[in-house]
């Protein structure tokens, strides 16, 4: 499966962003997706992740709260909302694909899209 994260862009603190996780070449309603950051000069962090179905979610201590991830399998996309940003969500974020899976583990996952910069300025 092909994934293409996008949505990234400049806000100011406090303010909102929703990325978007688009997928391609598989049955998508197959595959649990997470989403990851890595902020500039830090490890990258896990984020949020959500089941294949939909019916299963699980956050960050950081963003929980804050931060929302949902799905329309009908378009192949998955979403990040994420409300009352900070400067120090600033990072690239990636969504990721398993099949009939999601977790908090980067080495779980076996499809990575191409990254998408917020940044949150002060």
């Known amino acids: 499966v092909q994934l293409q994260a996008s949505g990234g862009g400049l806000v100011q603190a406090g303010g909102s962003l929703r990325l978007s996780c688009a997928a391609s070449?598989?049955?998508?309603?197959?595959?649990?997706v997470g989403w990851f950051r890595q902020g500039p000069g830090k490890d990258g962090e896990f984020i949020a992740a959500?089941?294949?179905?939909?019916?299963?979610?699980m956050y960050a201590d950081s963003v929980k709260g804050r931060f929302t991830t949902s799905r329309d399998n009908a378009k192949n996309t998955v979403y990040l909302q994420m409300n009352s940003l900070k400067p120090e969500d600033t990072a690239v974020y990636y969504c990721?694909?398993?099949?009939?899976?999601?977790?908090?583990?980067?080495?779980?996952?076996?499809?990575w899209g191409r990254g998408t910069l917020v940044t949150v300025s002060s």
């Open positions: 959500i089941s294949w179905s939909g019916s299963r979610t």
């Open positions: 070449g598989r049955t998508f309603s197959d595959y649990g």
């Open positions: 990721a694909a398993v099949k009939f899976g999601y977790a908090d583990q980067r080495g779980v996952y076996a499809y």
